[in-house]
C-alpha cells in the first residue's frame, strides 16, 4: 500500500470549498483535456516579454559583443507578438506562434554553442572549469530562454478552450479507441496526455536552472542563507519529476508539493532581488543602472517556471500506452 494519500487533480478540486469548486472543476476539465490554448499563447507571450528583457540586459553587459546577441531579443518580441495573435486566432497559433516557438528554441541551442564556445576562450578554458563556469557567459541561460518557445510549440498543437465539451471530449474517445495506428505525440498533447513529457522537460529546466542558481550566487559567496533554496530545491524537483515518469502515484503527491515549492522560492526570489537592487548605492535614484549591474531581477523566475511545468504536469493525464 503506499504511504501517499490520493491526491489526484480531481480529488484535489473536491477539498475546495463550495463557491470555487465548480471554477476550479472547469480549469482542470479543460487542460485534461488540451482545451486551453488561448491561456497558454497568453502565457507564451508573457513570458516571452520577460525572458527577453532578461537576456537584454544580461546581453548590455556584455556590450553586444558580437551580433547574435541581438537575435533573442528581437525573437523575443517576435514570438510575444505571435503568443498574442495566437490568443486570438487559431490560423495563427498552429502557424506562425508554431514557427515562431522552433526558430526561437533553435536560436537558444546556438546560443547555448556560444556560451560554451565564450567559456572555453577565457584564459584557462575548461582546464579550470569552476572557475570559468562563473565568471564566464551563464551557460544554462540561453536553454532557459527557450522555456517559453517550448510553451509556444506545445500550445500551438493544444485545442482552442471553445472545443471543450462534447467536440472536446469526443476527439479524445476516437484517438483513445483507435487501435491502427500507434498513437502520436501531436495527438496526446492535442487531448491532454501529455504527463511524462512534461516531467522529462521539467527536470531538465530544473537543473539549468539549478545550476544557474549556484553560479551566481556563488559569485556572491552565498551572502544570504537564503541563497541555497534554490540549490537545495533543484535534486528535490528534478527527482520528484523523474520518479512521476515511473509512478503516476508520485506525479499525484510529491510533484505537486515539489513543484509548489519551487513556484514559491521563484516569488520570494524575485522580491530578494528587488531588495538587493534598491539597496545599491543610488537605490531608487538610479533604477536603471541598478537593475542592470545588480541581481538580475527575473532570474528567480526561471526557477518558478520549471516548478509551473511541475505543476501543469501534475494536472495533465498520462500518455497513452
Not at 533573442?72 to 495566437?86: E, K, Y
Not at 545599491?280 to 526561471?302: E, H, Q, S, V, W
Request: charged fraction near 15%.
Amino acid at each position: 500500500m503506499s504511504p501517499f494519500p490520493d491526491a489526484s487533480p480531481k480529488a484535489i478540486v473536491q477539498l475546495i470549498p463550495p463557491p470555487f469548486r465548480s471554477p476550479a472543476e472547469i480549469v482542470v476539465d479543460h487542460i485534461q483535456h488540451g482545451t486551453f490554448q488561448r491561456s497558454m499563447a497568453l502565457l507564451v507571450c508573457s513570458t516571452s516579454l520577460i525572458s527577453g528583457m532578461e537576456v537584454g540586459y544580461e546581453h548590455y553587459r556584455g556590450s553586444f559583443s558580437n551580433p547574435i546577441m541581438y537575435t533573442p531579443i528581437l525573437l523575443s518580441g517576435v514570438l510575444a507578438a505571435a503568443g498574442g495573435a495566437g490568443f486570438f486566432s487559431r490560423r495563427a497559433a498552429q502557424t506562425v506562434m508554431r514557427w515562431a516557438s522552433f526558430v526561437t528554441l533553435a536560436d537558444g541551442l546556438i546560443g547555448f554553442g556560444f556560451h560554451i564556445r565564450g567559456i572555453a576562450r577565457k584564459p584557462g578554458g575548461w582546464r579550470l572549469p569552476v572557475f570559468n563556469l562563473v565568471m564566464g557567459p551563464p551557460v544554462f541561460a540561453p536553454l532557459l530562454f527557450g522555456t517559453s518557445a517550448y510553451l509556444g510549440v506545445i500550445a500551438s498543437y493544444l485545442q482552442r478552450e471553445e472545443d471543450h465539451g462534447w467536440k472536446g471530449k469526443t476527439i479524445d474517445a476516437v484517438k483513445t479507441a483507435t487501435t491502427l495506428r500507434k498513437p502520436d505525440w501531436r495527438e496526446d498533447i492535442r487531448v491532454g496526455r501529455f504527463q511524462k513529457h512534461l516531467c522529462v522537460v521539467t527536470a531538465i529546466g530544473t537543473v539549468c536552472s539549478g545550476g544557474e542558481a549556484w553560479y551566481s550566487h556563488y559569485k556572491d559567496n552565498f551572502k544570504y542563507r537564503v541563497q541555497w533554496s534554490p540549490v537545495l530545491l533543484t535534486p528535490i524537483l528534478a527527482g520528484a519529476a523523474l520518479w512521476s515518469l515511473r509512478s503516476k502515484r508520485a506525479a499525484n503527491t510529491v510533484l505537486p508539493v515539489a513543484s509548489a515549492l519551487a513556484m514559491l522560492n521563484g516569488v520570494v526570489g524575485t522580491g530578494y532581488h528587488i531588495r538587493g537592487i534598491l539597496r545599491r548605492p543610488g537605490g531608487r535614484k538610479k533604477p536603471l543602472y541598478n537593475t542592470l549591474y545588480g541581481p538580475p531581477i527575473f532570474a528567480p523566475m526561471l526557477f518558478a517556471a520549471c516548478g509551473m511545468l511541475g505543476m501543469m504536469a501534475y494536472l495533465m493525464r498520462r500518455e497513452r500506452s
